[in-house]
């Protein structure tokens, strides 16, 4: 299946930390803190987004490849997110709390996963099953990082290695997460800036429900 703008893990990552952040309203004295203040608010939402992946450097020195795409994000906890890709071409990822479904319809396929085999030890499962930031630390190290550029910045890093995913970081203002960047293993980097939340624009249980398209091949992991 073609989901190259952003891979599931990458995905992942992206609704995990944007269920933690979406709205930084917050007065704790170190970024991270801001993280515990920020699970016991805003259970739902949705924004649009601009990302850039980027290929690992070459060993020629020229440069990277990028590629640009954009869409709109929608989440609820617990467990629920959703992904809709509209631009270079559309596809749809979609976790409805039970089942993780992606959508390419170009190659009309859909791919069908068990949420909780998929999502399982990533921040996307552990955030969204509990407000306690203690759970999250568990298995990714927390650090609050040097403001930039009017941006204060929240990295997390795996603790157990070989997995797929590097670092992650976390780029916000005064209300709101505006940034996110992720680092692959293989040197893949995503840059995600997004829009103000708002309020989801759709009942919860539209948006969050996916039902295979007619004539689409669907796929059972």
Not at 208 to 217: Q, R
Request: net charge neutral.
């Amino acid at each position: 299946m073609r989901f190259t703008q952003l891979s599931t893990v990458q995905l992942v990552c992206a609704a995990a930390v944007f269920n933690l952040c979406v709205a930084l309203t917050v007065h704790a004295s170190t970024s991270v803190e801001a993280l515990q203040v920020v699970l016991q608010t805003n259970p739902s939402g949705q924004s649009n987004f601009i990302q850039t992946l980027t290929a690992p450097a070459s060993a020629d020195g020229s440069k990277p490849r990028e590629t640009v795409s954009s869409g709109s994000f929608a989440f609820s906890r617990p467990g629920r997110f959703r992904f809709d890709y509209v631009a270079p071409f559309p596809q749809t990822l979609v976790a409805d709390g039970t089942t993780m479904w992606m959508y390419d319809p170009d190659l009309a396929q859909v791919i069908a996963s068990d949420q909780a085999t998929t999502l399982s030890n990533t921040p996307a499962a552990l955030i969204t099953s509990t407000a306690d930031l203690s759970k999250l630390r568990e298995h990714y190290a927390l650090e609050s990082l040097p403001a930039d550029n009017g941006l204060r910045w929240v990295k997390a890093t795996p603790k157990r290695a070989g997995g797929a995913l590097k670092w992650v970081k976390l780029g916000f203002d005064t209300d709101y997460v505006v940034a996110m960047v992720m680092v692959d293993q293989f040197g893949q980097t995503s840059d995600m800036r997004f829009s103000p939340l708002k309020p989801l624009q759709a009942p919860a249980a539209k948006v969050f429900s996916f039902n295979p398209p007619s004539g689409a091949d669907v796929i059972r992991q």
